[in-house]
């Protein structure tokens, strides 16, 4: 398939990605995966989905909704995106003669298990610090603010760590010219690599050359739920 072959081209070493072909329904096509970021359970699961069919895909919408079933998954026709996907953990199904490719999120890698951070270690409290994890940072700030109002806006930063940064805030409270202001900010930040939240700071803050600090940073999603709040009422975001 050439636009497989296309997509791993990319790749400054192609083997660094496995192709798996299949026929599903009568009809050829083939995933693309990255094994050390992917969950070989959920790769075998969407193969066999694939191979078992008495469907026949004609195009990509058909494959998420009649065939694999995965929680998450999109149609991109765009290959240097179907190629970043494939780098931050997500499968590309891609359907002979089909124009536009699933990306489905079959991602999985080892990560630091929740625990309380060391440099704000409380007497009383909730005992649950950040990871190096967006999914699940957003998660613990998710179960203590419940509520509608509260916007995620994911970004990616960096040519090279293609880093995954979110802006979170409270969309009924924050004043809207402050959200795109700061999300105007970070989208204009050219860098190479970012790989911690201290990356960030010196292009949000006001006067980068002031001896006071302007830029609030916590490991504690109590704190970081709080802040958001609070913050919110004056009418500016927390980041």
């Known amino acids: 398939m050439e636009r497989a072959a296309e997509i791993q081209k990319k790749f400054a070493t192609p ?15 083939c995933l ?28 990509a ?30 499968c590309a199904v891609i359907i ?3 124009e536009a490719i699933v990306l489905a999120n079959t991602r999985s890698w080892d990560k630091r298990g929740i625990s309380e951070p060391a440099s704000e270690a409380v007497t009383r409290g909730p005992r649950e ?22 916007a995620v806006e994911r970004l990616k930063i960096g040519r090279n760590s293609n880093s995954s940064v979110a802006l979170v805030y409270l969309a009924n409270v924050c004043v809207p ?24 700071e010196p292009f949000l ?10 830029i609030g940073n916590t490991e504690r999603p109590d704190i970081a739920a709080s802040k958001i709040t609070r913050s919110s009422w004056k009418g500016r975001p927390w980041f």
Do not use: C, H, W
């Open 61 to 90: 919408k058909t494959v998420i909704e009649s065939i694999i079933f995965t929680g998450e998954a999109a149609t991109e026709t765009g290959l240097e995106t179907v190629t970043k996907a494939i780098m931050d953990g997500d």
């Open 129 to 150: 610090g950040f990871t190096e994890d967006l999914k699940t940072n957003l998660s613990l700030l998710q179960r203590r603010l419940r509520t509608p109002d509260l």
């Open 205 to 214: 803050e006001e006067r980068p050359r002031s001896i006071f600090k302007q």
């Open 32 to 59: 693309l995966f990255a094994p050390d970021l992917t969950d070989s359970v959920t790769i075998g699961r969407i193969l066999m989905a694939l191979e078992q069919t008495q469907k026949k895909p004609a195009d």
């Open 177 to 200: 010219e402050t959200v795109r202001e700061v999300k105007k900010r970070l989208q204009k930040i050219d860098i190479d690599a970012i790989y911690d939240s201290f990356y960030l």
């Open 15 to 29: 083997n660094l990605i496995v192709r798996r072909d299949f026929i599903a329904g009568g009809k050829s096509g």
């Open 96 to 98: 002979d003669k089909a």
